[in-house]
């Protein structure tokens, strides 16, 4: 059974940073993928950010020069630094174990709880 519990969020100004963390449990962590998705109220969760196994890393468009993931497979922990933020970036943030086919990430159904970000102007 794998569990996941994120946190580091919190309320911030705009141009602000914050760094999540997810911590898993569980033997397979370095193995797998690991993604960071958001979802604001009345939106669609997406996709924020990945690392493979390897520490290669994807992001979507919005935080390209702004967010960093990274893992700690010693640790069993996954990072979301978070700088420059936005209101826009305002959401619940949650971290999920997945893995890689043909360069597409794929969630297994392993959430934690989230852990809200709230970014004021």
């Known amino acids: 059974q794998v569990q996941l519990v994120e946190s580091g969020g919190g309320l911030v100004q705009a141009g602000g940073s914050l760094r999540l963390s997810c911590a898993a449990s569980?033997?397979?962590?370095?193995?797998?993928?690991i993604g960071w998705y958001r979802q604001a109220p009345g939106k669609q969760r997406e996709l924020v950010a990945t690392?493979?196994?390897?520490?290669?890393?994807n992001y979507i468009d919005s935080v390209k020069g702004r967010f960093t993931i990274s893992r700690d497979n010693a640790k069993n922990t996954v990072y979301l630094q978070m700088n420059n933020l936005k209101p826009e970036d305002t959401a619940g943030y949650y971290c999920?174990?997945?893995?890689?086919?043909?360069?597409?990430?794929?969630?297994?159904?392993?959430w934690g709880q989230g852990t809200q970000v709230t970014v004021s102007s």
């Open positions: 569980g033997s397979t962590f370095s193995l797998n993928g």
């Open positions: 690392i493979d196994s390897r520490g290669r890393t």
């Open positions: 999920n174990l997945g893995y890689f086919t043909s360069g597409r990430y794929i969630a297994y159904n392993y």
